[in-house]
């Protein structure tokens, strides 16, 4: 039975913790995951969803502030790993922990390296309205997702499906993918292949400033800013004065005229003016407000020829 340690914190590293919990080949004898973090506008102490997935399961449970302590490095060892497994753990190892495992540290990644390294993958593949991502196994090692390939799983990506859906979507992927990886390498199946430098792309995390619509770009930029940005942190403009969040849209099925950003409400839809075509908006959620459907948000609204900046 293969001794594993498994890196990773949010909920897309829950499904393959999970079967690797229930595999018989593998033990998983520690979980290391980020500390709790304050959540919500209570800032409510909340676990990471990898540490609640560990400690249903009787797991023993690592948060470590920094993986380069000497207490750090020796808390992994003592668990003589022979893989250490990372999914969206969120903290890059230091060349000491790289060492610890007999077949080296496994990273399930959201994205088809070596395009979209870094934090945001998923998210930015929709943004930039990609037609196929998937998910990639690699060797880890001390750049920041540049280690050999060993297996990857590919999926279209569907023309209006969010980032949040794709995040589960490819979650999903992530377990048979993993256990075929583990499996392969220990029988010394896996010719591990270099990534193309070339061809590399880094994405960063996404911030607020991110969210920010510019109308002035094509419906279907727009469109996919907004598929990207959905659950967070969420597509925005302003009106009137007031910041307004857009949840979903496509791009329109008519032609309007007008400058980039003009509003025009036709029976019952929301219709803004763009760089190239219209978008259409489905819901939306004012400054304070509930998030509503197009239909409900203009009952009571006169919004027409108003103009989104």
Same mark, same amino acid.
């Given at each position: 039975?293969?001794?594993?340690?498994?890196? *990773?914190?949010?909920?897309?590293?829950?499904?393959?913790?999970?079967?690797?919990?229930?595999?018989?080949?593998?033990?998983?004898?520690?979980?290391?995951?980020?500390?709790?973090?304050?959540?919500?506008?209570? @800032? $409510?102490?909340? +676990?990471?969803?990898?540490?609640?997935?560990?400690?249903?399961?009787?797991?023993?449970?690592? @948060?470590?502030?920094?993986?380069?302590?000497?207490?750090?490095?020796?808390?992994?060892?003592?668990? =003589?790993?022979?893989?250490?497994?990372?999914?969206?753990?969120? =903290?890059?190892?230091? @060349?000491?922990?790289?060492?610890?495992?007999?077949? *080296? %540290?496994?990273?399930?990644?959201?994205?088809?390296?070596?395009?979209?390294?870094?934090?945001?993958? $998923?998210?930015?593949?929709?943004?930039?309205? /990609?037609?196929?991502?998937?998910?990639?196994?690699?060797?880890?090692?001390?750049?920041?997702?540049?280690?050999?390939?060993?297996?990857?799983? =590919?999926?279209?990506?569907?023309?209006? &499906?969010?980032?949040?859906?794709?995040?589960?979507?490819?979650? &999903?992927? %992530?377990?048979?993918?993993?256990?075929?990886?583990?499996?392969?390498?220990?029988?010394?199946?896996?010719? +591990?292949?270099?990534?193309? &430098?070339? /061809?590399?792309?880094?994405?960063?995390?996404?911030?607020?400033?991110?969210?920010?619509?510019?109308?002035?770009?094509?419906?279907? @930029?727009?469109?996919?800013?907004?598929?990207?940005?959905?659950?967070?942190?969420?597509? =925005? #403009?302003?009106?009137?004065?007031?910041?307004?969040?857009?949840? !979903?849209?496509?791009?329109?099925?008519?032609?309007?005229?007008?400058?980039?950003?003009?509003?025009?409400? $036709?029976?019952?839809?929301?219709?803004?003016?763009?760089?190239?075509?219209?978008?259409?908006?489905? /819901?939306?959620? #004012?400054?304070?407000?509930?998030?509503? !459907?197009?239909?409900?948000?203009?009952?009571?609204?006169?919004?027409?020829?108003?103009?989104?900046?």
């Amino acid at each position: 039975m293969k001794r594993v340690v498994f890196m *990773g914190s949010p909920d897309f590293a829950v499904p393959a913790l999970r079967r690797l919990i229930g595999e018989p080949d593998y033990a998983v004898t520690l979980v290391v995951t980020q500390p709790d973090k304050p959540q919500g506008r209570k @800032q $409510i102490l909340t +676990p990471p969803p990898v540490k609640q997935a560990a400690e249903s399961a009787a797991i023993p449970v690592f @948060q470590p502030n920094s993986l380069k302590t000497e207490d750090s490095v020796r808390r992994i060892a003592d668990e =003589k790993p022979d893989f250490i497994v990372v999914a969206a753990y969120g =903290k890059i190892l230091p @060349q000491t922990v790289l060492d610890l495992p007999v077949y *080296g %540290c496994v990273n399930l990644h959201g994205s088809l390296l070596p395009k979209y390294r870094g934090a945001a993958p $998923i998210q930015w593949c929709v943004i930039n309205g /990609e037609k196929e991502t998937g998910v990639t196994t690699m060797r880890m090692d001390a750049g920041l997702d540049t280690g050999d390939i060993l297996y990857t799983v =590919k999926t279209p990506i569907g023309e209006n &499906e969010t980032a949040g859906e794709l995040f589960d979507r490819l979650s &999903e992927l %992530c377990p048979d993918l993993l256990i075929r990886t583990l499996n392969d390498l220990a029988l010394g199946l896996i010719t +591990p292949v270099r990534q193309n &430098e070339a /061809e590399a792309t880094y994405v960063g995390m996404l911030s607020k400033s991110d969210s920010v619509i510019d109308w002035r770009l094509p419906a279907k @930029q727009i469109h996919d800013l907004v598929r990207g940005l959905n659950p967070w942190p969420v597509a =925005k #403009t302003t009106l009137e004065g007031k910041s307004l969040k857009i949840f !979903s849209g496509a791009p329109a099925d008519r032609a309007l005229s007008g400058e980039p950003g003009l509003v025009r409400c $036709i029976e019952n839809g929301i219709y803004v003016c763009c760089g190239e075509g219209a978008y259409r908006i489905f /819901e939306l959620q #004012t400054e304070g407000g509930k998030r509503l !459907s197009a239909e409900t948000f203009l009952r009571g609204r006169r919004i027409d020829g108003c103009r989104l900046i």
